[in-house]
Structures are given as structure tokens and as C-alpha cells.
């Protein structure tokens, strides 16, 4: 099928598109994915399963709060469309991506301010920064104009969230040492908003204890971290842990980061079990069973539930996400080491169960490789797994307030997802299709109902940090109506 082409609309539809992503957080494209996808669904091009239920037919879910959803439109919690984002370019051959970021973020409406250290201007100009951004680039300390103008005090406590990409070797040290020697640091010094940080540097130099040092110092003093990512690096024949995280996942921490500004603490004090990923089964020591789950949709809750000051523990099945910040992961093969690592992480307050866990396993796994023979086959014996959600909602003892389960479905979608919620014993269930053209396994997009046993909510299509953010400020604010 053709992809979008935004640039060949017309400027009426063009600007009409614009300000609805700007107003829901989106991109341009992913805005124009949703107007479709909706479309598609009144229609009932989507058959009968996507099909919601009539907005009056809806109950309103009761410990549920606040806002009606019965109509299937979900306030829009995406970041204010006037959040500020000051953004520091360091100096390193990854600062051409930010311009990239700078464009994105400025597509979501957010405004952009930019400081370019002396290195950052070795790879890009202020003039292209500023040019994207739509306001000047900010490149030293000592400048009459900007501190008639702005300064470097103004510059920090004007910001939403300070985003460093990519954060060099040189100005994590920087910061670290709380020194203040260009306006960059200066700037850093005086900010007293959050801060994300997306290293980039040579593999060898983010492994140098110096680097791991400074980065244990900043972690304390709150900065937030986006990867860095594996990959190849800039020189050749060089790999390794070291690559800026793209812009797109830039974005997307710093939406969730601004969308909880003002809610941080909405879940401090709380303890959040999730798990997220597939989980893999063994046939012998090579082979296995597993699924096609990337574990996105549950390494967001788990990253939306810390950001609302939760504390987090993540037991995750083999996924090649990175782990969320300020998260404690706990990483697992099988779906009875997944219950093992659930049952030691209780007692908590919540846990959510985003994790597609094998319904089987085999009986016996080989000891060894199983050979080829001319007998065919193997006949593999196969047995139930432990169903972990079930498990935890029947706890008699040690509950968790709020137990949480998701339903993948293909077909029938909240029909089986309230038969579901009974049979496993949760308080809710997002139900999710996951048919092949739904695009959800693996993708970044997830169309979600919200079942409870007083009713059902469909939300729009949305990214996934989106549904995570969504469901953790839904989850804050059910323990407050909740008895401990
Ligand atoms: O039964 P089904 O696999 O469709 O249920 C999905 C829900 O149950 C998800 O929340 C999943 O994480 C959870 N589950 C589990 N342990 C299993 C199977 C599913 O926790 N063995």
C-alpha cells in the first residue's frame, strides 16, 4: 500500500492536520494513520469485532474516575502544546540526529529552545538549530544579548525539561562535577526542572569507570536516562553500547516526561509489579517456544508508573528493549521463572500483567540437542504453564489492590475479554486485537478497551506510551477511592 504522503495535501487539510497532532501529541503521520484507522471503523471496514458498542450502552466503570470516556474520546494527556523543551547539544558526530529531535518535538507543538556547546558547533550550526526551532540558538555564556535579553538563569527556569542529546562523554562529567564554565553547565546548575539524558560516545569511553562514576552521580541527582543503544558506531568497524537513542524514542520519553509534570507524585508510595515480554519455553538447550511480543507495551506501563513516582519492579521475558529508568528489571526466560520472580516482588499495591506468557511448555525438555533421525520428528509432550495472573488475582492473602490483566485477541475482542475477567479473577482488562493486520505485535500503536466488571471504555488508537500513561493516572487515581 502507499505510504502518506502529508506534503502532497492541501494547505487548508495540511494545517487542519497539523494543529490535531500538535493537540494530540503526534506526529503528522501518525495523526493521519488514526483519521484513517477511525474512519475505517465507522465504516465497519474493520468487521465486527473493532466495532464499539453504542456511547449510551456503556456503563460508566465506577471506581473509575473523573472523566467520561463513555463516548470513546479519551482526554487528551499528551504534553501541553506549549511545554518547553530546552534542549543542550553536545559535541558529537550523533548531534546531526538532533536537529531531527528538534523537528519532531516542534511537530508536537512543543516549543524548543536550543544551546549549542562550542564542541556541538563543530558538527552543526546554530543557524540550522535555530532555523528548526523558530527562536535562536543560544551558544555562549558571556553574551550581552542574551543576558540582556534572556539569561542564563531565565534559560533554565523557562523550561519544562531540559533534554541533552546527544549528552557526550565531556559534558556528563561536567555536569556531574556541577561545574559551571560555559552556558551549557551554567545552565544546568540553575535548571529546577527534570532532566533527560541521551548519551552518545565511543563504547570504550561509556564502559571507562570515569563515565559510569559521573552517571551513578547524575542518576542520583534525578537525571533521567535514554539509552544509550547498541549498535555500530560512527568509526568503522566499531560496535557496541554507545549510540544515541533515536529521536523518536527521545520524543517519546520526553512526552511522558512532560505529560506527568504537575502528576509526579501521583503514585509515590506505591509499589507497581508489571510483566512485560514473551516468555521462552525450552525444547532442548537451542530451541524453544516463544511469541512475537516486543514487551513495548509493558516496558511503557512499567516507565509511565515510575515517572508518577511508583516503585517499579519490571519482570521481563527475553525483549531487546532497553530497561526503563528508575525501574528495577528483573529479567526471566520462563513463565514459571516469570511467577517466581512475581511472587518474591510482592506485596505491592498494583501489578499488571502486560506479558505474553507461553500457555505451554514441554514436558520434558532434551538435555541435549535433539538430532535429525530417520525416525522424523520428535513428538513433543506438551504441558499447561502456570497462568501468573490468575495466580496473583486468586491470592488469598497479599492480593494486590489492583490486579491487571491484558487480553490479546483476534476475534470477539471485549466479549472475551469479559469472560476473562472472570475467569482469572482481575479488576480489569485491556482488551487489545492482535490479529496480523492490526499491526499491535511489535508495533507502536495499540487500540485498547478498558473492561471492568462494571462496564466497558474504548479509547482511541495511540501509541503505546500513550495507553501506558493513560492507564497509570487511571490506576493513581482508583487507590485513592481504594482501601488500603
Ligand atoms: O489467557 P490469556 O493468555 O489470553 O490471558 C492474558 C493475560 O493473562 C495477560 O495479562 C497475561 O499476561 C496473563 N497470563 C499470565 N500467565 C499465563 C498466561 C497469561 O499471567 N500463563
Not at 92 to 115: N, W
Not at 307 to 328: H, K, N, R, Y
Amino acid at each position: 500500500m502507499a505510504s502518506i504522503t502529508i506534503r502532497r495535501l492541501d494547505e487548508a487539510a495540511k494545517r487542519h492536520l497539523r494543529l490535531r497532532a500538535a493537540r494530540h501529541g503526534r506526529s503528522m503521520e501518525d495523526e493521519a494513520r488514526i483519521i484513517l484507522s477511525s474512519a475505517a471503523a465507522a465504516d465497519g471496514a474493520l468487521g465486527p469485532s473493532t466495532q464499539q458498542a453504542p456511547p449510551d450502552s456503556v456503563p460508566r466503570p465506577s471506581p473509575l474516575p473523573r472523566e467520561d470516556h463513555s463516548a470513546g474520546v479519551r482526554e487528551d494527556r499528551s504534553a501541553r502544546a506549549d511545554s518547553r523543551v530546552l534542549l543542550i547539544v553536545g559535541g558529537g558526530i550523533a548531534a546531526y540526529k538532533s536537529l531531527d529531535l528538534i523537528r519532531r518535538l516542534r511537530e508536537r507543538g512543543i516549543l524548543v529552545r536550543c544551546i549549542l556547546t562550542r564542541a556541538a558547533q563543530e558538527f552543526i550550526t546554530a543557524l540550522s538549530a535555530g532555523a528548526l526551532s523558530g527562536e535562536r540558538a543560544y551558544t555562549d555564556l558571556f553574551d550581552p544579548a542574551v543576558e540582556l535579553d534572556v539569561g542564563h538563569i531565565r534559560l533554565a527556569r523557562e523550561a519544562d525539561l531540559i533534554v541533552v542529546a546527544p549528552a557526550t562523554a565531556d559534558l556528563m562529567a561536567k555536569m556531574a562535577a556541577g561545574s559551571a564554565d560555559d552556558l551549557a553547565s551554567a545552565v544546568m546548575l540553575a535548571r529546577d526542572c527534570r532532566v533527560l539524558l541521551a548519551p552518545a560516545m565511543n563504547p570504550s569511553m561509556w564502559a571507562h569507570p570515569a563515565t559510569r562514576r559521573n552517571l551513578a552521580t547524575l542518576t542520583d541527582d534525578g537525571v533521567i536516562l535514554i539509552g544509550p543503544n547498541a549498535g555500530e558506531m560512527a568509526e568503522a568497524r566499531e560496535a557496541g553500547i554507545g549510540r544515541m537513542a533515536e529521536p523518536h524514542e527521545i520524543v517519546a520519553a520526553a512526552l511522558t516526561l512532560l505529560a506527568s509534570a504537575g502528576r509526579d507524585n501521583a503514585l509515590a508510595g506505591r509499589r507497581v509489579v508489571v510483566t512485560s515480554g514473551p516468555t521462552r519455553e525450552p525444547i532442548d538447550p537451542v530451541r524453544y517456544i516463544a511469541n512475537r511480543s516486543s514487551g513495548k507495551q509493558g516496558h511503557a506501563i512499567a516507565a509511565a508508573a515510575a515517572a508518577l513516582g511508583a516503585e517499579v519492579i519490571l519482570v521481563s521475558g527475553p525483549a531487546t528493549l532497553p530497561d526503563p529508568t528508575g525501574v528495577t528489571t528483573v529479567k526471566v526466560e520462563t513463565a514459571r521463572d516469570m511467577l517466581a520472580a512475581v511472587t518474591r516482588a510482592l506485596p505491592a499495591d498494583v501489578a499488571v500483567f502486560a506479558a505474553a506468557v507461553a500457555d505451554w511448555r514441554v514436558e520434558e525438555p532434551n538435555a541435549n540437542k535433539i538430532k535429525k533421525t530417520q525416525r522424523g520428528p520428535p513428538k513433543l509432550g506438551l504441558i499447561e504453564n502456570p497462568d501468573i495472573l490468575a495466580t496473583v488475582a486468586h491470592m488469598t492473602r497479599g492480593r494486590p489492590r489492583l490486579v491487571i490483566g491484558f487480553a490479546a485477541e483476534t476475534e470477539r475482542m471485549v466479549e472475551h475479554a469479559k469472560a476473562k475477567l472472570a475467569r482469572k479473577g482481575c479488576d480489569w482488562i485491556l482488551a487489545n486485537d492482535v490479529s496480523a493486520d492490526s499491526g499491535v505485535m511489535g508495533g507502536d500503536i495499540n487500540t485498547v478497551h478498558l473492561v471492568t466488571a462494571e462496564g466497558v471504555e474504548s479509547w482511541p488508537p495511540q501509541s503505546k506510551e500513550e495507553v501506558a500513561r493513560a492507564l497509570v493516572e487511571r490506576i493513581a487515581d482508583a487507590l485513592v477511592g481504594m482501601r488500603a
